[in-house]
């Protein structure tokens, strides 16, 4: 079974740091781009950043720019989310998810609660 397990979230204040990671079985890490996603309350998700995999290629939201890095280790099938400078605005719960092109497959972790306040 494809699993997506996701760790890392919690509380932080303004100004802080997290580091996200979500460790993926069950599939073939490498042919999958994997990308982050956040969803805020009451609204839809929003695409956080993603990388690619062979280059790892990234792109980020120009919400996040300068401020958080994505990253992945294939021999390890996890990708991580480094998120620096953290605002208020950044509280959300981050998803991860792991996209197929190729075939439309598309996988997500359960989420993991980001909340920053002081």
């Known amino acids: 079974q494809v699993q997506l397990v996701e760790s890392g979230g919690g509380t932080v204040q303004p100004g802080g740091s997290l580091r996200l990671s979500c460790t993926a079985s069950?599939?073939?890490?490498?042919?999958?781009?994997m990308r982050w996603f956040r969803q805020f309350p009451g609204k839809g998700r929003e695409l956080v950043a993603i990388?690619?995999?062979?280059?790892?290629?990234?792109n980020y939201a120009d919400s996040v720019k300068g401020r958080f890095t994505i990253s992945r280790d294939n021999a390890k099938n996890t990708v991580y989310l480094q998120m620096d400078s953290l605002q208020p605005e950044d509280t959300a719960v981050y998803y991860c998810?792991?996209?197929?092109?190729?075939?439309?497959?598309?996988?997500w972790g359960q989420g993991t609660q980001v909340t920053v306040s002081s």
């Open positions: 998810n792991a996209l197929r092109q190729q075939v439309g497959t598309n996988h």
């Open positions: 069950g599939l073939i890490f490498s042919n999958y781009v």
């Open positions: 990388i690619t995999s062979s280059p790892p290629n990234t």
